[in-house]
């Protein structure tokens, strides 16, 4: 049933569809505490929630994390159910127990899934973040797609900084010199070190072919 979602209509402003078994969550309760109408659907899916603006959302709690990694086989469903004219965010729980399994997490997301990823603390939290971007849907989205290319989101910039060796400026020239994320990551050391030298050039090549399994 993954491309179930496609087929239901976006929500009008103002309004939230919402995966069945979330009725009485604290992330609906929040929800409706904003001003947010929220309707709910049997069957949508691998997709938790949809708004406006027709972004879909998967929501990956801590529970999730820590239980294993059947939930990368869910993210690779959600990724490929949707279409183009689709905007898939993934919200996770970030807490104290999920913290050392989050950035092989964000990773796997991020860079070779190529899906926006927003962290949460709680559901409470979660809840501030989709009435936000429901109230804004009749603005410009900070989370749909400026290119085909992802990677001038801040998210991977901010992602790259974390390799050894890699500050913002050779972030930034990494991010300048390869027009797709897929360029990136089948990026060659020798193309590599021309860009940011041998040691940072070796860092990044193991940070993108670590395995994420």
Not at 23 to 29: P, Q
Not at 33 to 57: I, Q, W
Not at 185 to 199: F, I, M, R, T
């Amino acid at each position: 049933m993954e491309s179930r979602a496609l087929c239901i209509a976006a929500p009008p402003l103002g309004h939230l569809i919402a995966l069945e078994r979330w009725s009485g969550s604290a992330v609906v309760e929040n929800l409706q505490g904003a001003g947010v109408k929220v309707v709910f659907e049997k069957e949508m899916g691998v997709v938790d929630f949809l708004l406006p603006n027709r972004s879909c959302v998967l929501y990956v709690s801590e529970c999730d994390i820590i239980a294993g990694n059947a939930y990368k086989r869910k993210l690779v469903r959600f990724r490929n159910a949707n279409s183009s004219s689709v905007q898939e965010v993934v919200v996770v729980e970030r807490s104290h127990l999920s913290e050392q399994y989050f950035p092989s997490l964000q990773r796997f997301v991020v860079l070779e899934l190529g899906l926006t990823l927003l962290p949460v603390s709680d559901q409470r939290e979660a809840a501030q973040l989709l009435s936000q971007m429901v109230h804004s849907a009749g603005r410009d989205n900070p989370f749909r797609r400026r290119s085909v290319s992802r990677l001038y989101e801040p998210q991977l910039l901010l992602l790259l900084q974390q390799i050894p060796g890699v500050g913002e400026v050779k972030a930034s020239s990494l991010l300048h010199s390869f027009s797709s994320l897929q360029e990136l990551c089948g990026a060659g050391l020798p193309q590599l070190e021309a860009l940011v030298g041998h040691a940072a050039a070796q860092q990044i090549h193991t940070f993108l072919h670590a395995d994420l399994v």
